[in-house]
């Protein structure tokens, strides 16, 4: 996507100077292979579920690494037993797959049950970016501080 197409987004969004690296690892996660799948889900207004399908892989063969606003989930089978297959559906390969994860969003926790890998995330904004009331005080008098009224519960404080 040329910047000329983008000349109306950087008008209305400010301080999205990562806007385009964003945009080029999604286009970059959107070509990657479709191994393992996947499931993502939305479970609550701040809380999130990814589920892969791990078919024959144990705890010790997957690995799951947080870093930087991004989730690497690799699967690596140990040495394979020796087996004769007359037919191999399950691949057991492996694997690397990314999730690029937005501002504040952490891993709460993760499980392996019947074959599903479940990751679960949660988003959880500091309390300098959640919504705030502004008080607008007169013009007159000496500077002062200005009033900040909590949202949720409406108390005013000096910022």
Known sequence: MASNELNPLYRTLVGFDRIAS????????????????????????????????????????????F???????TGQRKAPEQRNFLHRGIAERSFERRFGLADHVRVSGAKLENGLLTIDLVRELPELLKPRKIAI?????????????????DETEAA
């Open 22 to 65: 964003l945009m080029d690892t999604a286009a970059r996660l959107d070509a990657a292979p479709g191994y393992p799948p996947f499931n993502v889900e939305q479970i609550g207004e701040d809380n999130f579920r990814i589920e892969l399908a791990v078919a024959g892989f144990g705890e010790d063969d997957l690995n799951i690494e």
């Open 137 to 153: 005080g007169s013009a007159t008098g000496a500077k002062s501080q200005p009033k900040v009224v909590d949202a949720a519960n």
């Open 67 to 73: 870093k930087q606003n991004s989730l690497l989930v």
